[in-house]
């Protein structure tokens, strides 16, 4: 069971995840393939000390069965942060509504989309919010 964690720790959490982040764009650059941006980016967490988790398959519940649709996150941290990388021209409300759709099926309170196809890293970030009292989708 996770350990509900405060505020504070959060905004910490995800600050440090958005450095490791920039660090990997700083050292890479834009223009790769997603896959790429991957790979570094879990060696920087890990090196900052999180845990990880990768291509972490997320079932879907329909009507009392589960259903192995192809959902597939990219990395969770600390088992609390989700986080949806995309190397795309820009992002798309649907890429919003994919991490959206993932914190409402795993219970998860935190997201953060990262697309990398950009000159400054900041400009690449999203960071969603699981409102409380949103149903958990099983």
């Excluded at 050292?27 to 060696?43: I, K, Q």
């Excluded at 967490?45 to 329909?62: F, Q």
């Excluded at 400054?120 to 919010?129: A, N």
Aim: hydrophobic residues 45%; proline residues 4%; contains cysteine.
């Amino acid at each position: 069971m996770r350990r509900m964690r405060s505020e504070a720790e959060i905004n910490a959490l995800t600050w440090t995840i958005i450095k490791c982040a920039m660090a990997v764009h700083s050292a890479l650059g834009p223009g790769l393939l997603e896959s790429a941006y991957h790979t570094c980016l879990l060696l920087e967490l890990k090196a900052a000390g999180l845990s990880c988790t990768s291509h972490v398959k997320v079932p879907l519940s329909y009507r009392g069965i589960t259903l192995e649709c192809g959902y597939t996150l990219d990395i969770i941290v600390e088992g609390l942060v989700i986080l949806e990388l995309k190397a795309v021209d820009s992002l798309a409300p649907v890429h919003e509504a994919q991490l959206l759709t993932y914190l409402k099926l795993t219970g998860l309170p935190i997201g953060l989309l990262l697309n990398f196809n950009v000159p400054h890293m900041k400009d690449g970030i999203k960071r969603k919010i699981l409102a409380k009292g949103t149903p958990h989708v099983s």
